[in-house]
């Protein structure tokens, strides 16, 4: 992931659905697209497990493929 905090310009760190800036010490949202047509993700959870639902029929998104962009 190459985003960058708004505020320092320093690279996030990906924590689940959110992003942290360490020099800032602050978590900012993320939204998860689909690599295919681009318009969010449902986020699925349970027991422990996050998962990408797109609803516009691509089905389950593997976490390595989900663009994440800044809320």
């Known amino acids: 992931m190459d985003l960058k905090c708004p505020t320092c310009h320093t690279p996030l760190e990906r924590v689940g659905t959110h992003a942290h800036c360490q ?3 602050v978590n ?3 939204e ?3 690599p295919e047509c ?3 993700l449902q986020v699925l959870t349970a027991c422990g497990a996050v998962d990408f639902f797109c609803q516009h ?3 389950l998104i593997s976490k390595k493929r989900v663009e994440f962009t800044l809320c």
Do not use: F, K, R, T
């Open 38 to 40: 681009h318009q969010p």
């Open 28 to 30: 900012l949202e993320l």
């Open 23 to 25: 020099v800032c010490d």
């Open 32 to 34: 998860a697209s689909c």
């Open 57 to 59: 029929g691509h089905g």
